[in-house]
């Protein structure tokens, strides 16, 4: 966590600071306490004096390495489930401690991110019009704020933060990584690190094996329509943003509805005067429903402000596509392609978690 933290730029140096950035270092703030509380530690030293098989297990080295990749995490745990007298609980203890570290990095890099950007030069890089800043301004405000409120709530209640599977927990710092990588890349000109490079690459890989996986089993339809998205980003064609656009904003819609059939959510409201307009249930409801087996308040409204955002991100890009296609560069057309694709992943992820 220290070395991390020791390459961060020092805000105090920044002459105003956002309201973005001070909500993202108060989250890292509460990630360093979290950690500090020897909490997970403590959890640690718990579980190898429970099952002493752990010190002979060779998906510890993987776990216990909080730079190792997604996949080889995820193999780890299938690992340890498997063992004889594993129980739920028990894994959901370990993969809090060995993902910390992997948490706090992909917080701390949004946190770098957030630092060099200045809100008055939001957009500047893809000619942005001026209308658009005070809106997404607000919404990232909003955005940042929900994630602090989360780890936040996980300082004050530890056991929140464990009682969340190892899916799950990872969801809100990979989504507030990936935004402050496309705000970072529309309003500053600059060159990603190697260590963001990096983490990129795995998000895009495991997007790529998550999606293939997971969209077929719910309608074969909507891979391909996730892949003639990419094809047409990854084309010459002149239309390729708003192409990309329209696809990645109809994918999510569609499985946002799929995942909250309207007369099952209707069934399930106890609140029908907020959660159904003009006989339809809103985006907040079907989040809700989605969420109903999760309980966690400021996860939910972190997911929520995430949908926000995402599509606000795809508007921007597919409204403005002709008049700034000349400036938009790879770098920032594969930062919107990995925010939407880590949407639909996530999306998909929670229905299969808590089905």
């Known amino acids: 966590m220290s070395s991390i933290y020791d390459g961060l730029p020092d805000i105090s140096r920044v002459l105003q600071e956002s309201s973005a950035l001070v909500a993202a270092r108060s989250a890292n703030l509460s990630i360093s306490r979290l950690i500090g509380s020897n909490l997970v530690v403590e959890m640690s030293k718990v579980l190898q004096e429970k099952h002493s098989s752990f010190a002979v297990h060779n998906s510890l080295a993987a776990l216990s390495n909080p730079l190792s990749s997604y996949l080889q995490h ?21 993969a809090a401690n060995s993902s910390i570290g992997r948490i706090a990095e992909y917080s701390l890099l949004a946190e770098k991110n957030f630092a060099v950007i200045e809100m008055a030069c939001l957009g500047s890089q893809i000619s942005m019009d001026e209308k658009y800043r005070p809106l997404l301004s607000e919404t990232l405000t909003n955005y940042s704020k929900s994630f602090s409120d989360l780890w936040e709530s996980y300082e004050s209640t530890p056991r929140s933060f464990v009682e969340l599977s190892p899916t799950l927990v990872r969801i809100p710092p990979i989504e507030y990584f990936n935004t ?13 690190d190697a260590e963001e490079e990096l983490l990129t690459s795995d998000l895009l890989i495991e997007n790529e ?19 003639g ?7 010459d064609n002149i239309d390729k943003v708003r192409h990309f656009a329209t696809s990645a904003r109809e994918l999510i819609t569609q499985v946002l509805h799929i995942l909250s059939p309207d007369n099952d959510l209707i069934r399930w409201t106890n609140n029908p005067v907020e959660h159904i307009q003009n006989g339809k249930p809103t985006r907040k409801a079907r989040l809700l429903f989605i969420l109903r087996d999760i309980n966690n308040d400021h996860f939910k409204s972190f997911i929520e402000a995430d949908i926000k955002a995402v599509l606000q991100f795809i508007d921007l890009f597919q ?11 790879d770098n920032q057309l594969m930062a919107l392609k990995l925010k939407a694709e880590s949407t639909l992943k996530y999306l998909l992820q929670i229905y299969y978690e808590t089905k």
């Open 74 to 94: 995820e193999q780890g745990l299938a690992r340890l489930a498997s063992l004889p007298m594993i129980d739920k609980s028990t894994i959901s203890l370990f």
């Open 180 to 192: 402050s990588s496309i705000i970072e890349k529309i309003s500053f000109k600059g060159n990603d």
């Open 209 to 227: 094996e998550t999606l293939t996986s997971l969209l077929p089993k719910m309608n074969p339809d909507l891979l391909n329509l996730w892949l």
């Open 229 to 235: 998205a990419k094809q047409a980003l990854e084309s």
């Open 319 to 329: 409204e403005g596509a002709h008049s700034v296609k000349s400036k938009l560069t």
